[in-house]
Every structure is written in structure tokens, then in C-alpha cells.
């Protein structure tokens, strides 16, 4: 079983792109592979290298509520690493009334770190280079000159492949 997201890396910046079904089992490999990178993050003591997460749900499939569980208990248990090499989140969630559901949720429960949806791929690759820029980290090349168009062409070389 693989995990149903992958990661694209320019940097500080980790754009993870879904490319499967969001399954009970593909979930638990996906949340396996979190829990070795914030590892393998920490392990090299502080200064952390702090990321910008970008998340593309721009396919918008509403995971079962155990996958949601799932994400919630992992995202309690490894919080306090997380606060210490996230220093944002950012999603594409083309739908309106979708992010206004994620905004609801998040006036719930917000994370330390700023968090927020972004309409289009290059609304929110434009946010994560600002957020970058912001915390002083080093961003690809490619990324910076491309911007979405490098997600774009990365994501649609992942997906053939």
C-alpha cells in the first residue's frame, strides 16, 4: 500500500499533492511517513529547519470520518513537533463553500502556526513564497522563477509516472 500523497520539495517549501484514493490503510502509511520525517527533522537538535506546507485538496474528496479521526489524533500526538518545524500550513480548495467549512473548523481548533485556504494553485504558491520569504528560508529556483507552473508541470510528471 502506498501513501496517497506525495511530496514535492523546493526547499522550505513542501507542496504534497494527492495521487490516490484516501483510504483507512493508505492514510495510515501516509501519517507512518509524516511521523519519519518530523523525526528525521528533530533529530538534528534546534535550530529546526522550519517548512511551509502547501496541501493540494484541489481534488476535494471529503475523506471518511475514520480518515479524519485518523489525521486528528496524529496531528494532537505530534503537535508539539510540529510547532517546532511548521511554520505554515496553507491548502487549495477550489470550492467556496469548502473553505468556508475548513475556516469554521479552524476558528475551533487553530494551530500555532498560520493556516489558511487558498482558492487556486497560484494564489497559494504565491502565499508560500511570501511565507518563505517571511521566515528567511531558501526556496528552489525553479519554484521562485515558475511559481505554479513548476507545481503544475512536477505535479503532472508525478501523476504519469
Known amino acids: 500500500m502506498k501513501s496517497p500523497f506525495e511530496i514535492l520539495s523546493y526547499g522550505c517549501v513542501q507542496v504534497q499533492i494527492q495521487v490516490s484514493d484516501i483510504t483507512d490503510e493508505s492514510m495510515r502509511v501516509y501519517l507512518s511517513e509524516q ?4 523525526e528525521e527533522g528533530m533529530a538534528s537538535g ?14 476535494e474528496l471529503i475523506p471518511s470520518a475514520t480518515v479524519r479521526r485518523m489525521q486528528a489524533d496524529w496531528t494532537n500526538a505530534h503537535q508539539h513537533q510540529l510547532e517546532k518545524i511548521v511554520h505554515a500550513m496553507g491548502f487549495v480548495v477550489p470550492s467556496a463553500l469548502s473553505r468556508g467549512a475548513m475556516t469554521a473548523v479552524l476558528w475551533l ?24 520569504e ?6 528552489h529556483a525553479d519554484l521562485v522563477a515558475g511559481k505554479a507552473d513548476t507545481v503544475v508541470r512536477d505535479r503532472a510528471q508525478r501523476l504519469a509516472s
Open 134 to 139: 517571511r521566515m528567511g528560508g531558501e526556496v
Open 35 to 38: 511521523t519519519t520525517i518530523i
Open 46 to 59: 534546534p535550530p529546526y529547519d522550519k517548512a511551509v506546507i502547501l496541501i493540494d485538496a484541489s481534488v
Open 109 to 132: 481548533s487553530r494551530p500555532k502556526w498560520p493556516m489558511i485556504a487558498h482558492a487556486s494553485l497560484p494564489k497559494a504558491v504565491d502565499w508560500a513564497l511570501l511565507e518563505a
